[in-house]
Nanobody, 115 residues
Framework: QVRLVESGGGLVQPGGSLRLSCAAS????????MNWYRQAPGKEREFVAG????????IYADSVKGRFTISRDNAKNTEYLQINSLKPEDTAVYYC????????WGQGTQVTVSS
């Protein structure tokens, strides 16, 4: 069956860094664009970053430009999100999403930025 499993979240101080991973299985990974979304408590889920199926193009939300980097390794069926200079407002559950004719979501990984 289709699975998307996020990992790498945790508790980090402001200014710190994390690298999130999304391990995919059960579908042809290199045919799908991959996105990251996040959802903070009491807020709508929002788009964070996206990458095309072979990694040729990327797009970022204005709020994360210059701090976040999305990438993928199609040989490992894995998507990554490198997060630098973390701010308290980055606190959220981060979800990966596979995008094609039918979309798939992971269960999310918690990122908490606090002193």
């Amino acid at each position: 069956q289709v699975r998307l499993v996020e990992s790498g979240g945790g508790l980090v101080q402001p200014g710190g860094s994390l690298r999130l991973s999304c391990a995919a299985s059960g579908f042809t990974f290199n045919n799908y664009a991959m996105n990251w979304y996040r959802q903070a408590p009491g807020k709508e889920r929002e788009f964070v970053a996206g990458i095309t199926s072979i990694g040729g193009r990327t797009i970022y939300a204005d709020s994360v430009k210059g701090r976040f980097t999305i990438s993928r390794d199609n040989a490992k069926n894995t998507e990554y999100l490198q997060i630098n200079s973390l701010k308290p407002e980055d606190t959220a559950v981060y979800y990966c999403k596979a995008v094609r004719d039918v979309d798939y979501w992971g269960q999310g990984t918690q990122v908490t930025v606090s002193s």
